[in-house]
């Protein structure tokens, strides 16, 4: 039960935002919680916060809420080219679906019926391909993976760090005989065989095995914006769009001030606590008056580039895939940056494209490299026609994937980075505090809740 001071807390917070209610109208707003970031773990903390009856405000910087889930309708037909599914047998999925009145099953994407390996710069299609032994690798990876049980809630890692999951993963794939896994899970590591192997095992544990066997969970209208809508509509006004901070001032617990600017004008929120879920790197938090120690945990991140797009124009053969294959590579692996896939959607003439590098590249030079690949393509006939391909969606991922060099996280860099929780009155989540899953980040993120409950 709220305590009597957050009654008092939340009485001045209701006089503070109703003109109604006060002599005079202000732009300072008061709040138990200021969130920033309104992807899945900020919309998540959110409706659940308010939920448990606390005041929250939910600061995005986009137009609408959803983060990576990225949804384009047309014809009534919806196209999910960010989020697409999520995990089974992580219950705090089935609540949150329930809780927002979302219809779910089993995921099922488009059809396809050619799913074609080539190399996507010079139309070379890879002839005479033989599927490693996927299922093998992937039950000898699994047992592996199974004995760091406590990666599935955060970087949660024995002392001292174990040896294995600081190997590069192309060096781990050898030692343990399961190179079969690659061609599952290179997507979005940047080079995935220099990758740390705790990385790739922190996203690809057991319990993502089990549901690349068993399926995983797909909204019912195959629309995973929809589920950020109906967050919307819970939170009201407490969501402020297209808005950012600009100064903050944390002098501790229930001392933090922020002004944020929105498109009606400079905001001051006034907050108990602060949970950040964007990237924590140096260029985003800059306005967050950092002290020494959050300096000194946040400079140490990079991060991986990783865009999506959806594509008119391609002129691919209806309900094909092609998959990016370099001969000349190790594991036939494509070359960085580049394609990943162009894929067939439920919109016949509509086609995802994925694109990855090893460093984040600016945008107008990866939708330069996506378009003139295609136009490739159709000279070397892999494609056909003379119609010149055009983005209709393009959203950047970047910052992706934050990561540290393996020496840092031997030397304690994850016990560093967690016990920021709480200081200054901030707490934190998103996927640089755990995985780049919706279902984990919310699993994560109810168990955060339950902590920053426990301090108001």
Not at 127 to 149: F, H, M, Q, V
Not at 191 to 203: F, H, S
Request: hydrophobic content about 35%; glycine content about 8%.
């Amino acid at each position: 039960m709220p305590s009597p001071r957050r009654l008092l807390f939340t009485a001045l917070s209701l006089i503070s935002i109703n003109p109604s209610l006060s002599l005079a109208k202000t732009t300072t707003l008061t709040r138990d919680v200021c969130i920033i970031g309104g992807g899945a773990s900020g919309s998540y903390a959110a409706v659940r916060l308010q939920d448990l009856g606390y005041s929250v405000a939910l600061i995005e910087q986009e137009n609408q809420l959803g983060g990576h889930t990225n949804t384009y309708t047309k014809d009534d037909i919806s196209v999910d080219y960010g989020v697409v599914d999520y995990r089974k047998n992580i219950s705090v999925v089935e609540e949150f679906f329930d809780r927002l009145d979302i219809a779910y099953g089993d995921f099922s994407g488009a059809a396809i019926s050619s799913m074609i390996r080539a190399n996507l710069r010079t139309g070379k299609i890879q002839r005479n391909y033989t599927t490693p032994d996927e299922i093998g690798a992937l039950t000898r990876y699994s047992k592996i993976a199974a004995k760091y049980p406590a990666l599935e809630y955060g970087y949660y890692l024995p002392d001292p760090v174990p040896e294995d999951l600081l190997l590069p993963f192309g060096q781990f794939v050898v030692k343990y005989n399961v190179t079969g896994v690659i061609p599952v899970v290179f997507h979005s590591y940047g080079n995935i065989l220099t990758q740390t192997t705790l990385y790739v095992m922190k996203y690809f544990g057991p319990n993502a095995v089990q549901n690349l066997v068993n399926g995983f969970y797909g909204t019912a209208h195959k629309n995973n914006s929809e589920i950020y809508t109906k967050a919307g509509d819970i939170l009201g006004d407490n969501v402020f769009l297209n808005s950012h901070v600009v100064s903050s001032k944390r002098s501790g617990d229930e001392s933090i001030d922020l002004t944020v600017k929105t498109p009606s004008g400079n905001t001051t929120i006034h907050a108990r606590k602060l949970l950040i879920t964007i990237p924590p790197l140096l260029s985003n938090m800059d306005v967050f008056d950092l002290d020494t120690a959050e300096n000194n945990v946040f400079k140490q991140f990079s991060s991986v580039g990783y865009y999506t797009s959806l594509v008119t124009g391609t002129e691919i053969a209806a309900n094909t895939t092609l998959s990016n294959a370099d001969t000349t590579q190790p594991y036939n692996l494509m070359t960085l940056p580049g394609l990943y896939e162009i894929a067939n959607t439920e919109l016949p003439e509509i086609y995802q494209v994925e694109y990855g590098s090893t460093s984040p590249l600016p945008e107008e030079d990866v939708k330069s490299d996506i378009l003139q690949s295609i136009r490739n393509l159709k000279r070397t006939g892999l494609a056909n026609g003379t119609v010149d391909p055009r983005f209709v969606e393009f959203r950047s991922h970047t910052p992706y994937l934050l990561t540290v060099p393996p020496d840092a996280i031997k030397e304690g860099f994850y016990k560093k980075l967690y016990s920021l929780q709480g200081h200054r009155g901030t707490f934190y989540t998103g996927a640089a505090f755990h995985a780049h899953d919706t279902a984990l980040l919310w699993r994560f993120t109810k168990s955060l809740v339950g902590d920053i409950v426990k301090t108001l």
